[in-house]
T-cell receptor, first 111, second 114 residues
Framework: NAGVTQTPKFQVLKTGQSMTLQCAQD?????MSWYRQDPGMGLRLIHY???????DQGEVPNGYNVSRSTTEDFPLRLLSAAPSQTSVYFC??????????FGQGTRLTVV | AQSVTQPDIHITVSEGASLELRCNYS??????LFWYVQSPGQGLQLLLK??????LVQGIKGFEAEFKRSQSSFNLRKPSVHWSDAAEYFC????????????FGKGTSLLVTP
């Protein structure tokens, strides 16, 4: 059972570069979300999706774009990376409010 | 506003001692509540969850939590802590207006001493 798969696990970017963090789930979940985790801040919601073609902003969306063309995939795009985006990123999926399943995270460093 | 507060940033307990991690919530109704654990460098693992009914819920690894509506609390407990329990603990609930995305507290870091 793959569950929620995030790639890559680690990434170093230079300021201004762009990249896409991949998230895929094989549980046919409608709801997917992206979080960033910073020391002392817990996990903060970046963007979320309630189904294919439907996305919305969370608490800290600036600098990030998302799309949801299929139920399975929910990529997170950094258009022009900044040092403030150095963080650990988690993707999650759920069928409803009863339980969320998390990926293993992507550790991103922007230099 | 809907929010979760974990008042303790760091807690240190001796191995074998009891543990209680605090969680308070602000919500318009009774929320679903979760506790997650994150070991160093790892992802998040669900410890337990409360939906309704019995206010004392049992989880994995010997943890339990008690929902107290009158205190808006959902504290996590363990009678005897093991060194492997050292981790970050997060309380959370799914936000109604964010596609069930979780609203997390800032976390409590648990250190276990010999």
């Amino acid at each position: 059972n793959a569950g929620v798969t995030q790639t890559p696990k680690f990434q170093v970017l230079k300021t201004g570069q762009s990249m896409t963090l991949q998230c895929a789930q094989d549980m046919n979940h409608e709801y997917m979300s992206w979080y960033r985790q910073d020391p002392g801040m817990g996990l903060r919601l970046i963007h979320y999706s309630v189904g294919a073609g439907i996305t919305d902003q969370g608490e800290v969306p600036n600098g990030y774009n998302v799309s949801r063309s299929t139920t399975e995939d929910f990529p997170l795009r950094l258009l022009s990376a900044a040092p403030s985006q150095t963080s650990v990123y988690f993707c999650a999926s759920s069928m409803d409010s009863l339980e969320a399943f998390f990926g293993q995270g992507t550790r991103l460093t922007v230099v | 506003a809907q929010s979760v507060t974990q008042p303790d940033i760091h807690i240190t307990v001796s191995e074998g001692a009891s543990l209680e991690l605090r969680c308070n919530y602000s919500y318009g109704a009774t929320p679903y509540l979760f506790w997650y654990v994150q070991s160093p460098g790892q992802g998040l693992q669900l410890l337990l969850k409360y939906f309704s009914g019995d206010t004392l819920v049992q989880g994995i690894k010997g943890f339990e939590a008690e929902f107290k509506r009158s205190q808006s609390s959902f504290n996590l407990r363990k009678p005897s802590v093991h060194w492997s329990d050292a981790a970050e603990y997060f309380c959370a609930f799914p936000a109604r207006d964010s596609g069930y995305a979780l609203n997390f507290g800032k976390g409590t870091s648990l250190l276990v001493t010999p």
